[in-house]
T-cell receptor, first 114, second 111 residues
Framework: EAGVTQSPTHLIKTRGQQATLRCSPISGHTSVYWYQQALGLGLQFLLW???????NRGNFPPRFSGRQFPNYSSELNVNALELEDSALYLC?????????????FGPGTRLTVL | AQSVTQLGSHVSVSEGALVLLRCNYSSSVPPYLFWYVQYPNQGLQLLLKYTTGATLVKGINGFEAEFKKSETSFHLTKPSAHMSDAAEYFCAVMMWNDMRFGAGTRLTVKP
């Protein structure tokens, strides 16, 4: 069974640009979660998508947005990049409909904002 | 809202020694509890989880954790540390699909 995949592995942008990060969940998983892991700040919850809908979002500004596609893959968009957006962005998926609540994580996308 | 506190941002043990990583949680209802491990430049890997039933949970790589409701704790242990256990460990609590992570504990294993 293939795990959660994320692309790209690394992304370098300059301040003010937009970044798009992609995530493919484990086959059969309908929920996708996004987390930001900045140096020294632990994992901060960003967004949760399930069945194509945004179900919850963390305490982040609106320039962090995303969507979930009919095949349950997901995209995270960060607009107007700021230096402090530099972080590892982790995607996770779960099989909520089957009552399985553990989240399985991808390897992450390392975003560097210069 | 639920929260997680991991006591000790860094723990150092000798190879073969007991590993004890502490986690305390707060939750208004019985929580689901998890331990994840993160190796350098990788995502998080699930070590073990507690949902209901037996309070002593065994996970991968010889780790186990015990849910103690009276102490609101879910400490992670391993009887004998191995060099390959060096990583960052995260405790997490989940309520209603809202998962909150602790700040993490970096485990160093000395030869």
């Amino acid at each position: 069974e293939a795990g959660v995949t994320q692309s790209p592995t690394h992304l370098i942008k300059t301040r003010g640009q937009q970044a798009t990060l992609r995530c493919s969940p484990i086959s059969g998983h309908t929920s996708v979660y996004w987390y930001q892991q900045a140096l020294g700040l632990g994992l901060q919850f960003l967004l949760w998508y399930d069945e194509g809908e945004e179900r919850n979002r963390g305490n982040f500004p609106p320039r962090f947005s995303g969507r979930q596609f009919p095949n349950y893959s997901s995209e995270l968009n960060v607009n107007a990049l700021e230096l402090e957006d530099s972080a590892l962005y982790l995607c996770a998926s779960s099989n909520r409909l089957a009552g399985r609540n553990e989240q399985f994580f991808g390897p992450g996308t390392r975003l560097t904002v210069l | 809202a639920q929260s997680v506190t991991q006591l000790g941002s860094h723990v150092s043990v000798s190879e073969g020694a007991l590993v004890l990583l502490r986690c305390n949680y707060s939750s208004s209802v019985p929580p689901y509890l998890f331990w994840y491990v993160q190796y350098p430049n990788q995502g998080l890997q699930l070590l073990l989880k507690y949902t209901t039933g037996a309070t002593l949970v065994k996970g991968i790589n010889g780790f186990e954790a015990e849910f103690k409701k009276s102490e609101t704790s879910f400490h992670l242990t391993k009887p004998s540390a191995h060099m390959s256990d060096a990583a960052e460990y995260f405790c997490a609590v989940m309520m209603w699909n809202d998962m909150r992570f602790g700040a993490g504990t970096r485990l160093t294993v000395k030869p």
